[in-house]
Protein backbone atom coordinates (compact mmCIF):
# COMPACT_ATOMS: atom_id res chain seq x y z
CA UNK A 1 0.00 0.00 0.00
CA UNK A 2 1.66 3.87 -0.63
CA UNK A 3 2.01 6.01 1.73
CA UNK A 4 -0.43 8.24 0.63
CA UNK A 5 -3.40 5.07 0.64
CA UNK A 6 -1.76 4.45 4.32
CA UNK A 7 -2.28 8.02 5.23
CA UNK A 8 -6.06 7.99 3.72
CA UNK A 9 -6.52 5.03 5.83
CA UNK A 10 -5.65 6.52 8.82
CA UNK A 11 -7.29 9.22 8.03
CA UNK A 12 -10.71 7.46 7.74
CA UNK A 13 -9.74 5.67 10.89
CA UNK A 14 -9.38 8.77 13.01
CA UNK A 15 -12.61 9.90 11.37
CA UNK A 16 -14.57 7.24 12.46
CA UNK A 17 -13.02 7.12 15.62
CA UNK A 18 -14.02 10.80 16.69
CA UNK A 19 -17.50 9.32 15.53
CA UNK A 20 -18.96 9.12 18.69
CA UNK A 21 -21.73 10.74 20.05
CA UNK A 22 -20.95 14.24 21.93
CA UNK A 23 -23.42 16.02 23.87
CA UNK A 24 -23.58 20.10 22.86
CA UNK A 25 -26.01 22.64 23.25
CA UNK A 26 -25.35 24.35 19.58
CA UNK A 27 -25.74 28.52 18.91
CA UNK A 28 -28.07 29.39 16.23
CA UNK A 29 -30.89 27.06 17.38
CA UNK A 30 -29.00 24.13 17.81
CA UNK A 31 -26.83 24.15 15.09
CA UNK A 32 -23.27 25.36 15.53
CA UNK A 33 -21.77 28.88 14.85
CA UNK A 34 -18.96 27.50 12.97
CA UNK A 35 -17.08 24.09 12.00
CA UNK A 36 -13.53 23.72 12.44
CA UNK A 37 -10.99 26.15 15.04
CA UNK A 38 -10.22 28.54 11.99
CA UNK A 39 -13.75 28.85 10.73
CA UNK A 40 -15.19 29.45 14.48
CA UNK A 41 -12.60 31.98 15.55
CA UNK A 42 -14.04 34.44 12.53
CA UNK A 43 -17.75 33.56 14.26
CA UNK A 44 -18.82 31.35 11.52
CA UNK A 45 -17.75 33.17 8.55
CA UNK A 46 -16.06 30.98 5.68
CA UNK A 47 -18.74 30.12 3.08
CA UNK A 48 -16.20 31.32 0.34
CA UNK A 49 -13.09 30.25 1.53
CA UNK A 50 -11.34 27.18 2.61
CA UNK A 51 -8.53 26.86 5.83
CA UNK A 52 -8.55 23.54 7.20
CA UNK A 53 -9.82 20.18 6.13
CA UNK A 54 -13.14 21.27 8.06
CA UNK A 55 -14.20 23.41 5.33
CA UNK A 56 -16.54 20.86 3.56
CA UNK A 57 -19.04 21.34 6.60
CA UNK A 58 -19.88 24.58 5.32
CA UNK A 59 -18.72 24.58 1.67
CA UNK A 60 -17.16 21.24 -0.26
CA UNK A 61 -15.71 23.72 -3.36
CA UNK A 62 -13.38 25.35 -0.48
CA UNK A 63 -11.75 21.91 -0.17
CA UNK A 64 -9.42 21.87 -3.11
CA UNK A 65 -8.24 25.38 -2.08
CA UNK A 66 -6.84 23.72 1.53
CA UNK A 67 -4.17 21.38 0.13
CA UNK A 68 -2.97 18.02 1.46
CA UNK A 69 -3.52 18.28 5.64
CA UNK A 70 -4.74 16.91 8.78
CA UNK A 71 -6.43 18.29 11.53
CA UNK A 72 -7.49 17.36 14.82
CA UNK A 73 -9.05 18.96 17.83
CA UNK A 74 -11.82 19.66 20.62
CA UNK A 75 -13.80 22.12 21.84
CA UNK A 76 -14.59 22.80 25.54
CA UNK A 77 -18.18 23.78 25.57
CA UNK A 78 -20.40 25.24 28.36
CA UNK A 79 -23.75 26.50 27.99
CA UNK A 80 -25.49 27.74 31.24
CA UNK A 81 -29.71 27.17 31.03
CA UNK A 82 -32.04 28.80 33.12
CA UNK A 83 -35.69 28.58 33.46
CA UNK A 84 -38.60 29.56 35.44
CA UNK A 85 -42.03 29.33 36.07
CA UNK A 86 -44.45 31.92 37.89
CA UNK A 87 -48.12 32.05 38.41
CA UNK A 88 -48.90 28.94 37.06
CA UNK A 89 -52.42 26.97 37.99
CA UNK A 90 -51.78 23.58 37.10
CA UNK A 91 -48.78 23.25 39.57
CA UNK A 92 -45.76 23.90 37.49
CA UNK A 93 -44.22 26.65 39.62
CA UNK A 94 -40.56 26.76 39.91
CA UNK A 95 -36.96 27.87 38.59
CA UNK A 96 -33.96 26.21 38.13
CA UNK A 97 -30.60 25.87 36.55
CA UNK A 98 -29.22 23.49 34.25
CA UNK A 99 -26.75 21.28 35.79
CA UNK A 100 -23.68 20.09 33.55
CA UNK A 101 -21.83 22.92 32.31
CA UNK A 102 -19.34 21.73 30.83
CA UNK A 103 -19.05 18.87 27.61
CA UNK A 104 -15.91 17.71 25.13
CA UNK A 105 -16.15 17.77 21.89
CA UNK A 106 -13.97 16.67 19.32
CA UNK A 107 -13.51 17.04 15.69
CA UNK A 108 -11.09 16.21 13.16
CA UNK A 109 -10.61 15.93 9.46
CA UNK A 110 -8.13 15.12 6.46
CA UNK A 111 -8.04 16.49 2.97
CA UNK A 112 -5.92 14.86 0.09
CA UNK A 113 -5.11 16.70 -3.44
CA UNK A 114 -5.60 14.39 -6.51
CA UNK A 115 -3.27 16.50 -8.79
CA UNK A 116 -3.56 20.35 -8.56
CA UNK A 117 -6.87 20.19 -9.25
CA UNK A 118 -9.42 18.13 -7.37
CA UNK A 119 -9.13 16.90 -3.79
CA UNK A 120 -10.72 14.10 -1.73
CA UNK A 121 -11.78 14.74 1.79
CA UNK A 122 -13.31 13.20 5.16
CA UNK A 123 -14.38 15.59 8.12
CA UNK A 124 -16.23 14.88 11.22
CA UNK A 125 -17.94 17.39 13.24
CA UNK A 126 -20.74 18.03 15.27
CA UNK A 127 -23.54 19.62 13.54
CA UNK A 128 -25.70 20.38 16.71
CA UNK A 129 -27.56 19.36 19.87
CA UNK A 130 -29.31 20.53 22.69
CA UNK A 131 -28.83 19.54 26.36
CA UNK A 132 -30.31 20.09 29.81
CA UNK A 133 -30.53 18.12 33.11
CA UNK A 134 -32.39 19.99 35.51
CA UNK A 135 -31.61 18.93 39.06
CA UNK A 136 -35.83 18.91 40.41
CA UNK A 137 -39.02 17.65 38.43
CA UNK A 138 -39.92 20.62 36.18
CA UNK A 139 -43.40 18.67 34.51
CA UNK A 140 -44.18 17.38 37.98
CA UNK A 141 -42.54 13.96 36.86
CA UNK A 142 -41.25 11.87 39.85
CA UNK A 143 -37.64 12.53 39.01
CA UNK A 144 -34.90 15.22 37.82
CA UNK A 145 -35.86 16.97 34.23
CA UNK A 146 -33.95 16.83 31.26
CA UNK A 147 -33.10 15.98 27.49
CA UNK A 148 -30.02 15.17 25.55
CA UNK A 149 -29.78 15.27 21.65
CA UNK A 150 -26.09 15.29 19.73
CA UNK A 151 -25.58 14.97 15.94
CA UNK A 152 -22.89 13.56 14.82
CA UNK A 153 -21.34 14.02 10.70
CA UNK A 154 -19.35 12.31 9.40
CA UNK A 155 -18.99 14.51 5.43
CA UNK A 156 -17.25 12.81 2.63
CA UNK A 157 -16.34 15.50 -0.16
CA UNK A 158 -15.14 15.80 -3.83
CA UNK A 159 -13.56 19.07 -4.84
CA UNK A 160 -12.71 20.26 -8.41
CA UNK A 161 -11.23 23.09 -9.83
CA UNK A 162 -13.46 25.06 -13.17
CA UNK A 163 -10.57 27.12 -14.84
CA UNK A 164 -8.02 29.57 -12.69
CA UNK A 165 -11.24 30.98 -11.11
CA UNK A 166 -13.89 28.54 -9.95
CA UNK A 167 -14.22 25.57 -7.95
CA UNK A 168 -17.45 22.89 -7.29
CA UNK A 169 -17.95 20.51 -4.67
CA UNK A 170 -19.86 17.96 -3.21
CA UNK A 171 -20.24 15.89 0.15
CA UNK A 172 -22.01 12.62 0.92
CA UNK A 173 -23.00 13.10 4.98
CA UNK A 174 -23.55 9.74 7.34
CA UNK A 175 -25.31 11.05 10.73
CA UNK A 176 -25.89 9.73 13.85
CA UNK A 177 -28.62 11.06 16.26
CA UNK A 178 -28.56 10.34 19.87
CA UNK A 179 -31.29 11.25 21.98
CA UNK A 180 -33.01 11.00 25.53
CA UNK A 181 -35.71 12.71 27.59
CA UNK A 182 -36.07 12.19 31.20
CA UNK A 183 -38.87 13.53 33.73
CA UNK A 184 -41.78 13.60 30.51
CA UNK A 185 -43.70 11.51 31.92
CA UNK A 186 -45.82 13.67 33.61
CA UNK A 187 -47.09 13.90 29.81
CA UNK A 188 -48.33 10.43 29.14
CA UNK A 189 -52.18 11.55 29.63
CA UNK A 190 -51.92 13.40 26.21
CA UNK A 191 -49.41 10.95 24.16
CA UNK A 192 -50.14 8.97 21.76
CA UNK A 193 -47.89 6.17 22.99
CA UNK A 194 -47.10 6.41 26.41
CA UNK A 195 -44.72 3.78 26.66
CA UNK A 196 -42.62 5.30 24.31
CA UNK A 197 -42.64 8.71 25.84
CA UNK A 198 -39.86 9.23 28.75
CA UNK A 199 -37.46 7.84 30.30
CA UNK A 200 -36.31 5.14 28.40
CA UNK A 201 -32.24 5.47 27.93
CA UNK A 202 -31.13 6.67 24.94
CA UNK A 203 -31.77 5.90 21.54
CA UNK A 204 -29.83 6.33 18.16
CA UNK A 205 -31.45 7.47 15.23
CA UNK A 206 -29.53 7.51 10.91
CA UNK A 207 -29.27 9.28 8.39
CA UNK A 208 -27.74 10.31 4.88
CA UNK A 209 -27.65 13.86 3.36
CA UNK A 210 -25.92 15.83 0.84
CA UNK A 211 -24.30 18.89 0.70
CA UNK A 212 -23.53 20.89 -2.52
CA UNK A 213 -21.45 24.45 -2.85
CA UNK A 214 -19.64 26.57 -5.32
CA UNK A 215 -17.07 29.35 -5.00
CA UNK A 216 -15.95 32.25 -7.54
CA UNK A 217 -13.27 34.53 -8.15
CA UNK A 218 -14.49 38.25 -9.51
CA UNK A 219 -12.07 41.27 -9.87
CA UNK A 220 -11.23 43.07 -7.08
CA UNK A 221 -9.60 40.60 -5.19
CA UNK A 222 -13.19 38.94 -3.86
CA UNK A 223 -14.71 35.77 -4.06
CA UNK A 224 -17.58 34.66 -3.67
CA UNK A 225 -19.20 31.34 -1.74
CA UNK A 226 -22.75 29.62 -1.88
CA UNK A 227 -23.17 26.38 -0.18
CA UNK A 228 -26.57 24.04 0.40
CA UNK A 229 -27.17 21.29 2.43
CA UNK A 230 -31.22 19.50 1.41
CA UNK A 231 -33.24 18.25 4.31
CA UNK A 232 -32.17 14.97 6.01
CA UNK A 233 -34.58 12.48 6.38
CA UNK A 234 -33.65 10.87 9.55
CA UNK A 235 -35.08 7.25 10.82
CA UNK A 236 -37.45 7.52 13.96
CA UNK A 237 -36.37 7.77 17.34
CA UNK A 238 -38.77 4.13 18.67
CA UNK A 239 -37.94 4.67 21.98
CA UNK A 240 -39.57 8.24 21.35
CA UNK A 241 -42.59 7.89 19.30
CA UNK A 242 -44.66 9.03 21.79
CA UNK A 243 -42.80 12.22 22.42
CA UNK A 244 -41.84 13.76 18.89
CA UNK A 245 -43.95 14.40 16.04
CA UNK A 246 -44.67 11.97 13.05
CA UNK A 247 -44.11 9.05 15.67
CA UNK A 248 -40.45 9.77 16.70
CA UNK A 249 -39.58 11.64 13.56
CA UNK A 250 -36.50 14.14 14.17
CA UNK A 251 -35.03 15.07 10.64
CA UNK A 252 -32.17 17.41 9.84
CA UNK A 253 -33.47 20.48 8.46
CA UNK A 254 -32.02 22.28 5.22
CA UNK A 255 -29.75 25.11 5.11
CA UNK A 256 -27.77 27.45 2.80
CA UNK A 257 -25.25 30.15 3.12
CA UNK A 258 -24.36 32.99 0.63
CA UNK A 259 -21.23 34.96 1.61
CA UNK A 260 -18.12 36.66 0.37
CA UNK A 261 -14.55 36.78 1.09
CA UNK A 262 -12.03 39.91 0.46
CA UNK A 263 -8.93 40.64 0.95
CA UNK A 264 -8.06 44.46 0.70
CA UNK A 265 -4.49 43.72 1.38
CA UNK A 266 -2.17 41.00 1.40
CA UNK A 267 -2.41 39.93 5.26
CA UNK A 268 -6.08 41.09 5.98
CA UNK A 269 -9.12 38.89 5.26
CA UNK A 270 -12.59 39.91 5.68
CA UNK A 271 -15.57 37.60 5.17
CA UNK A 272 -18.80 37.80 5.39
CA UNK A 273 -21.90 34.78 5.46
CA UNK A 274 -25.60 35.17 5.67
CA UNK A 275 -26.83 31.56 6.54
CA UNK A 276 -30.47 30.11 6.57
CA UNK A 277 -31.64 27.31 8.52
CA UNK A 278 -35.51 26.11 7.82
CA UNK A 279 -35.96 24.22 10.81
CA UNK A 280 -39.72 24.66 9.66
CA UNK A 281 -38.46 21.37 7.70
CA UNK A 282 -38.61 19.11 10.68
CA UNK A 283 -42.43 19.06 12.38
CA UNK A 284 -40.92 17.82 15.96
CA UNK A 285 -39.39 20.70 15.91
CA UNK A 286 -41.66 23.55 14.34
CA UNK A 287 -44.91 22.14 15.33
CA UNK A 288 -46.52 24.65 17.94
CA UNK A 289 -45.99 23.35 21.49
CA UNK A 290 -48.78 21.74 23.50
CA UNK A 291 -51.24 24.24 24.63
CA UNK A 292 -54.06 21.79 26.37
CA UNK A 293 -54.04 18.75 28.06
CA UNK A 294 -55.69 17.22 25.54
CA UNK A 295 -55.54 16.42 21.68
CA UNK A 296 -53.44 17.00 19.26
CA UNK A 297 -51.43 14.03 21.03
CA UNK A 298 -47.59 13.88 21.26
CA UNK A 299 -45.99 11.20 18.57
CA UNK A 300 -48.92 12.06 16.10
CA UNK A 301 -49.19 13.46 12.83
CA UNK A 302 -49.52 16.80 13.79
CA UNK A 303 -48.38 16.22 17.41
CA UNK A 304 -46.95 19.40 19.42
CA UNK A 305 -43.44 20.13 18.81
CA UNK A 306 -41.18 23.00 19.99
CA UNK A 307 -42.28 25.68 17.84
CA UNK A 308 -39.20 26.91 16.52
CA UNK A 309 -38.80 29.58 13.70
CA UNK A 310 -36.68 29.80 10.50
CA UNK A 311 -33.65 31.99 11.03
CA UNK A 312 -31.26 34.03 9.66
CA UNK A 313 -27.97 34.11 10.79
CA UNK A 314 -25.33 36.86 10.09
CA UNK A 315 -21.95 35.86 10.21
CA UNK A 316 -18.79 38.64 10.03
CA UNK A 317 -15.05 37.79 10.53
CA UNK A 318 -11.93 38.92 10.16
CA UNK A 319 -8.00 37.50 9.69
CA UNK A 320 -4.80 39.41 9.97
CA UNK A 321 -2.04 37.61 9.69
CA UNK A 322 1.48 38.45 10.73
CA UNK A 323 4.86 36.74 10.66
CA UNK A 324 4.12 33.01 11.73
CA UNK A 325 0.65 34.75 13.51
CA UNK A 326 -2.80 34.55 12.35
CA UNK A 327 -5.16 36.53 14.13
CA UNK A 328 -9.13 36.13 14.14
CA UNK A 329 -12.14 37.39 15.22
CA UNK A 330 -15.99 37.74 14.27
CA UNK A 331 -19.26 38.50 15.33
CA UNK A 332 -22.15 35.82 14.95
CA UNK A 333 -26.03 37.40 15.31
CA UNK A 334 -28.65 34.79 15.11
CA UNK A 335 -32.55 34.96 15.51
CA UNK A 336 -33.81 33.68 18.22
CA UNK A 337 -36.21 30.66 16.70
CA UNK A 338 -38.74 30.38 20.10
CA UNK A 339 -41.37 32.90 20.19
CA UNK A 340 -42.52 34.40 23.42
CA UNK A 341 -45.78 32.24 23.55
CA UNK A 342 -43.39 29.36 23.55
CA UNK A 343 -41.41 28.95 26.89
CA UNK A 344 -43.06 26.18 28.18
CA UNK A 345 -42.07 23.25 26.48
CA UNK A 346 -38.73 25.27 25.54
CA UNK A 347 -37.91 24.70 29.05
CA UNK A 348 -35.96 21.64 27.74
CA UNK A 349 -34.49 23.10 24.48
CA UNK A 350 -33.97 27.05 25.99
CA UNK A 351 -31.99 27.99 22.43
CA UNK A 352 -32.45 31.71 22.54
CA UNK A 353 -29.03 33.00 22.47
CA UNK A 354 -28.88 35.14 19.66
CA UNK A 355 -25.24 37.19 19.51
CA UNK A 356 -21.92 35.45 19.46
CA UNK A 357 -18.49 37.25 19.96
CA UNK A 358 -15.49 35.24 18.73
CA UNK A 359 -11.35 35.59 18.99
CA UNK A 360 -8.83 33.24 17.45
CA UNK A 361 -5.42 32.80 16.31
CA UNK A 362 -3.06 30.00 14.41
CA UNK A 363 1.00 29.98 15.22
CA UNK A 364 2.93 28.40 12.36
CA UNK A 365 5.23 25.71 13.58
CA UNK A 366 7.54 25.34 11.24
CA UNK A 367 6.50 25.37 7.50
CA UNK A 368 3.95 22.19 7.70
CA UNK A 369 2.60 22.28 11.43
CA UNK A 370 0.34 24.99 13.37
CA UNK A 371 -1.56 25.52 16.20
CA UNK A 372 -5.02 26.69 16.38
CA UNK A 373 -7.28 28.70 19.02
CA UNK A 374 -10.42 29.84 19.17
CA UNK A 375 -12.67 31.37 22.09
CA UNK A 376 -16.46 32.24 21.56
CA UNK A 377 -18.98 33.76 24.17
CA UNK A 378 -22.77 34.12 23.38
CA UNK A 379 -24.13 36.56 25.26
CA UNK A 380 -26.94 36.09 27.59
CA UNK A 381 -30.72 36.30 26.10
CA UNK A 382 -33.85 35.64 28.16
CA UNK A 383 -37.61 34.75 26.38
CA UNK A 384 -39.99 35.70 28.83
CA UNK A 385 -43.71 35.11 27.90
CA UNK A 386 -47.29 33.86 28.87
CA UNK A 387 -48.16 30.09 29.26
CA UNK A 388 -51.21 28.40 27.79
CA UNK A 389 -54.44 28.67 29.42
CA UNK A 390 -55.33 25.32 28.88
CA UNK A 391 -51.89 24.34 30.69
CA UNK A 392 -52.22 26.65 33.81
CA UNK A 393 -51.29 30.07 32.46
CA UNK A 394 -48.92 32.02 34.41
CA UNK A 395 -45.72 33.18 32.90
CA UNK A 396 -42.49 31.30 31.54
CA UNK A 397 -39.15 32.33 31.36
CA UNK A 398 -35.78 30.71 30.12
CA UNK A 399 -32.45 32.01 29.15
CA UNK A 400 -29.03 30.98 27.84
CA UNK A 401 -25.44 31.94 28.13
CA UNK A 402 -22.39 30.28 26.10
CA UNK A 403 -18.19 30.21 26.55
CA UNK A 404 -16.63 27.91 24.48
CA UNK A 405 -12.68 27.30 23.83
CA UNK A 406 -11.08 25.32 21.25
CA UNK A 407 -7.86 24.14 19.97
CA UNK A 408 -6.79 21.52 17.25
CA UNK A 409 -3.69 20.69 15.08
CA UNK A 410 -2.74 21.29 12.02
CA UNK A 411 -0.42 19.47 9.94
CA UNK A 412 0.53 19.45 6.06
CA UNK A 413 2.05 16.81 3.87
Known sequence: MS??????????????????????????????????????GMAGAGVAMGQDSLAAATNPAAMVHVGNRYDLGVEMFSPIRKYSVTGNGAGFNGEATSDQTLFIIPHGGANFMLGGNSSVGVSVYGNG????????SVFGGNQPTGVDLSQL??????????????????????????????????????????NNLSNNG??????????????????????LGISFQPKIDMS??????????????????????????????????LALDIQRINYSDAASVSNPGPVAFGPPLLGSANGPGFAWEDITVVKLGAAFTSGSWTWRAGWNH???????????FNILAPGVVEDHLTFGFTKRVGSNNEINFSYMHALKNEVTGP?????GGGTGSIEMYQNSLEISLGTKF
Open 3 to 40: TRNNKLALAIATALGLALPASAFATNGYFAHGYGTKNK
Open 202 to 223: YANSTGIGIRLGGMIDIPGNVT
Open 236 to 269: EFDKYKGLFAEQGDFDIPSTYVLGAAWKPMPDLL
Open 387 to 391: LPVGL
Open 153 to 194: FLNISYAQKIGTMASVGAGVILVQQRFKIEGADSFAGISSDA
Open 129 to 136: GMNTEYPT
Open 334 to 344: GDNPIPDTETF
